[in-house]
């Protein structure tokens, strides 16, 4: 019987490599906090304003909601009171403050903490704001402490009509707020605002700053 001849074996089948897709740049984590850069008072009579410095760390979120509780302390015990809620664009910088008549006379020193509501990607137009002239209203001197005014220009692509929160902070020769106030008013046609907020100082301040944002 004749001998059958074995089929050649076949050559190993190689595979081909499939591409690789790129891989997509990685995304850093937004840093979503708000800082409390600084806090104070101001008084003058039986009022007092508390005033707190935020910054928002975030650079492409909203902090919504956000709300500074204040707690005044006086000989003897303290008052704790709430601002309104407000919110900061990505990157703003907001002076936020809040009133207290009776209940914190004789203020000797302020405490504050933030709370954010929520987070919100993109933000509002950031209104710019400015250094302020103070003026001091009645009585300048011999008091335990002076209400005046804060003026200066505020810019921004604001739409007409728009509801502002304007606040005003005034520090001392060493950068401590001894005063602040705060006022609502409606942006009017144009880029640029001329304000005037009243404020309460606890001594005639060395500078101060006018900050603003819209309602929400």
């Not at 001998?3 to 076949?10: E, L, N």
């Not at 933000?123 to 002076?146: E, N, R, W």
Request: hydrophobic letters at 40%.
């Amino acid at each position: 019987m004749p001998h059958s001849a074995s089929p050649a074996p076949s050559p190993p089948h190689t595979a081909t490599p499939s591409a690789t897709p790129p891989a997509s740049a990685s995304t850093v984590p937004d840093n979503e906090a708000v800082s409390l850069v600084a806090s104070g008072f101001g008084a003058y009579d039986l009022e007092v304003f508390p005033v707190s410095i935020l910054h928002n760390l975030a650079t492409a979120h909203t902090a919504t909601g956000v709300i500074v509780r204040f707690t005044v302390q006086f000989p003897g015990g303290s008052y704790a009171l709430s601002a309104e809620p407000v919110a900061l664009a990505p990157g703003e910088t907001l002076a936020v403050t809040a009133q207290c008549t009776d209940s914190c006379d004789g203020a000797a020193g302020v405490g504050a903490a933030v709370t954010v509501g929520g987070w919100a990607p993109g933000g509002p137009v950031v209104i710019a704001g400015s250094a302020g002239s103070y003026a001091c209203g009645s009585p300048c001197a011999g008091s335990p402490g002076y209400e005046g005014d804060v003026s200066g220009t505020l810019s921004g692509g604001v739409p007409d009509g728009t509801l502002i929160n304007v606040s005003a902070a005034c520090m001392d020769v060493a950068g401590t707020i001894v005063g602040g106030g705060l006022m609502q008013s409606f942006w009017s046609d144009g880029s640029t605002l001329s304000v005037t907020v009243p404020v309460l100082v606890t001594t005639p301040p060395a500078s101060c700053q006018l900050y603003a944002t819209e309602v929400s």
